[in-house]
């Protein structure tokens, strides 16, 4: 880009005023493609998104009707022989028992990664309202005493699919190690805008956690927050004080929660 200077003392009069308008031409001039390759950029950017969450959607939807579907018909013929070896007053067949649950294994496991890739619960309830779900289960389940604050602000805020399954998915596995690991009795969710950052909080009453646990090593669940925040420009820090519980910041641009 050209570099300008202006010296009042050189040209006068209409001459610097020449001067100056042929430098803000040539300015303008430089900077248009500039502008016009970034413009280009943001449209692919957001074009692979949406591509990604179409993407998304079709193989959660295939591994639900395809794969679940086979899983069920196979734990029903289980179920089936296993009925009738008892009605006949045969010896119960281990193998098939333990066929009849890694059938039920397999068939979890289709449906968290369905989830994970498509989460319906947002499409049917919102974000604010699965989040709520989620932690009021949290409670019933474990008796982790749990509250979310969201901010007046985002209450009505229009976030794109991708920003909310991140949002939730990180939320999710969050909630899930504090049930597994934390050992906490109080559990703590904000949602909050601060420098143009869309944030979320948590945090708990825990035990903490070690320097390694935090940074991730061995633990792909941490691991995987981490890639789920750098997919959509944001980042995820976490914290511990030793014995007085673990902290989670997310934080995502707010140019990265819309739709453009």
């Not at 976030?159 to 504090?178: G, M």
């Not at 934390?182 to 805008?193: G, H, K, N, Q, S």
Request: proline share 2%; with cysteine; charged share 25%.
């Amino acid at each position: 880009m050209t570099d300008i200077s202006f010296d009042s003392g050189t040209v006068p009069g209409c001459a610097g005023e020449a001067q100056s308008g042929l430098a803000t031409d040539e300015l303008h001039h430089t900077a248009a493609p500039w502008c016009r390759r970034q413009q280009a950029r943001r449209h692919q950017d957001q074009l692979r998104k949406r591509l990604l969450t179409c993407e998304r959607k079709q193989i959660a939807r295939q591994i639900h009707d395809d794969l679940g579907a086979v899983l069920t018909a196979l734990k029903c013929c289980i179920c089936v022989a296993l009925d009738r070896d008892q009605k006949a007053g045969a010896p119960s067949n281990v193998l098939l028992a333990d066929a009849a649950r890694l059938a039920d294994t397999a068939f979890s496991a289709v449906r968290k990664i369905g989830v994970d890739l498509r989460p319906t619960i947002l499409e049917q309830m919102g974000l604010w309202s699965a989040i709520e779900w989620q932690l009021r289960s949290l409670s019933n389940r474990s008796g982790i005493c749990s509250s979310l604050h969201v901010d007046a602000r985002l209450e009505d805020a229009d976030f794109s699919e991708d920003c909310q399954r991140i949002v939730f998915r990180v939320l999710s596995e969050a909630i899930t190690n504090t049930e597994k690991h934390a050992r906490a009795t109080r559990l703590w969710v904000r949602m909050y805008e601060l420098n143009n950052f869309l944030i979320a909080s948590i945090e708990d009453d825990g035990v903490g956690a070690s320097e390694a646990a935090l940074a991730g090593c061995g633990s792909l669940g941490m691991v995987g927050m981490r890639e789920q925040a750098i997919e959509i420009g944001g980042h995820l820090e976490t914290y511990s004080v030793g014995g007085q519980g673990l902290g989670l910041v997310l934080a995502i641009p707010f140019s990265y929660c819309y739709e453009h």
